[in-house]
């Protein structure tokens, strides 16, 4: 019994290794400020999950972007600029993601500066119901649910800002994402990790 709980517990604990919500890059300290310094990635759950979007539509257009421009100094600041894209259902001021910094694993609230909005429609084919029936037989209703193809619209909300929080200066730069609107009693997140040499 323990020998199987132990082992259940080790494989809870690879799974949620293998679905890391960390985007992590070693640069070098003069390359802050440089496309060298932007990660990329998406929202998910611990089990792996992540944000998804309609068939047909390229995964890429809900991708959250972040670039360390300023790694706390000289004015003991670090700044990410950041760009989060997410489905009009799911979105949220960046603000109300709860960004923090953390730096060599202090953590610090960011403030958000010059956020802006972009909105973006990508069309899609989706199914439509072209039959509604009330108060019919089950029997006779099963053969009467008809749909067709339809044209649909994934909106797609951008928000760009500038996060920087007062820090002093560390080797290890993390900032932290979380949308609790994306999930049902649960928080998808997203960590952007610079390893600085």
């Given at each position: 019994?323990?020998?199987?709980?132990?082992?259940?517990?080790?494989?809870?604990?690879?799974?949620?290794?293998?679905?890391?919500?960390k985007t992590?890059?070693?640069?070098?300290?003069?390359?802050?400020?440089?496309?060298?310094?932007?990660?990329?990635?998406?929202?998910?759950?611990?089990?792996?999950?992540?944000?998804?979007?309609?068939?047909?539509?390229?995964?890429?257009?809900?991708?959250?972007?972040?670039?360390?421009?300023?790694?706390?100094?000289?004015?003991?600041?670090?700044?990410?600029?950041?760009?989060?894209?997410?489905?009009?259902?799911?979105?949220?001021?960046?603000?109300?993601?709860?960004?923090?910094?953390?730096?060599?694993?202090?953590?610090?609230?960011?403030?958000?500066?010059?956020?802006?909005?972009?909105?973006?429609?990508?069309?899609?084919?989706?199914?439509?119901?072209?039959?509604?029936?009330?108060?019919?037989?089950?029997?006779?209703?099963?053969?009467?649910?008809?749909?067709?193809?339809?044209?649909?619209?994934?909106?797609?909300?951008?928000?760009?800002?500038?996060?920087?929080?007062?820090?002093?200066?560390?080797?290890?730069v993390s900032?932290?994402?979380?949308?609790?609107?994306?999930?049902?009693?649960?928080?998808?997140?997203?960590?952007?990790?610079?390893?600085?040499?």
């Open positions: 019994m323990r020998s199987s709980l132990v082992a259940g517990l080790g494989a809870v604990l690879l799974m949620s290794g293998c679905y890391s919500a992590t890059r070693s640069i070098a300290r003069d390359k802050v400020d440089t496309d060298t310094a932007r990660l990329t990635g998406y929202m998910r759950l611990w089990n792996g999950w992540q944000e998804e979007v309609p068939g047909g539509i390229q995964h890429s257009v809900i991708i959250d972007e972040a670039t360390l421009v300023r790694a706390g100094s000289p004015k003991e600041e670090t700044c990410a600029k950041t760009i989060v894209r997410t489905s009009s259902a799911d979105d949220e001021p960046i603000e109300q993601l709860a960004p923090k910094f953390i730096v060599d694993g202090v953590k610090t609230e960011a403030l958000v500066r010059g956020e802006t909005v972009s909105v973006r429609d990508y069309g899609f084919t989706g199914q439509e119901s072209v039959v509604v029936v009330d108060g019919v037989a089950m029997s006779e209703y099963i053969g009467l649910a008809v749909s067709r193809p339809a044209e649909k619209v994934f909106r797609v909300v951008e928000r760009r800002a500038e996060l920087c929080a007062q820090t002093g200066p560390g080797s290890t900032l932290w994402l979380g949308n609790k609107r994306m999930g049902v009693n649960a928080t998808f997140v997203r960590e952007f990790v610079w390893v600085l040499k």
